[in-house]
């Protein structure tokens, strides 16, 4: 997706899309994560999505570049049905954005190739239960839209 301005900021937008699966518990206290992987085990409590369209590797060239920039407010939004759950977080120059199949959003500062956004506001376990609901079933479709200013 290409970068747009608005009200004299830039702003980079890219979607990543996912389905749900059986094993979602989402209950991890810090992390919400997205896997290109097809499977999940008991142990992924803070996966809420597989079957992802990519990982951090695979994001728009322009939205890495925003995500590395000190001060880079992150708005991602998970969409799933009539649902909407949105997340804020902030970037950092640390941000490697390298892995080929996850997406994680953090609310502590740990950066890792998989890491997409540090100081969440919020996790896992802050998702609604109707939202979980849905993505305990394999044919539920979502998408994470993710916007960096």
């Known amino acids: 997706m290409e970068a747009r301005e608005e009200s004299s900021q830039a702003v980079a937008r890219d979607v990543v899309t996912f389905r749900g699966h059986a094993m979602v518990r989402s209950t991890h206290p810090t992390t919400i994560e997205l896997t290109t992987e097809e499977y999940l085990t008991e142990n992924g409590e803070c996966i809420v999505g597989v079957g992802a369209s990519k ?24 969409v799933v049905g009539s649902e909407s759950f949105t997340v804020r977080a902030r970037g950092d120059p640390r941000l490697e954005l390298s892995h080929p199949h996850d997406l994680v959003v953090r609310k502590s500062d740990f950066v890792s190739d998989r890491t997409l956004a540090l100081g969440a506001d919020a996790a896992a376990r802050s998702i609604p239960k109707s939202m979980v609901l849905l993505l305990k079933d394999s044919r539920t479709a979502g998408r994470m839209e993710i916007e960096v200013r």
């Open 55 to 78: 990982g951090c590797s695979g994001l728009d060239g322009r939205v890495k570049d925003m995500l590395r920039r000190a001060g880079s407010v992150v708005t991602i939004t998970l």
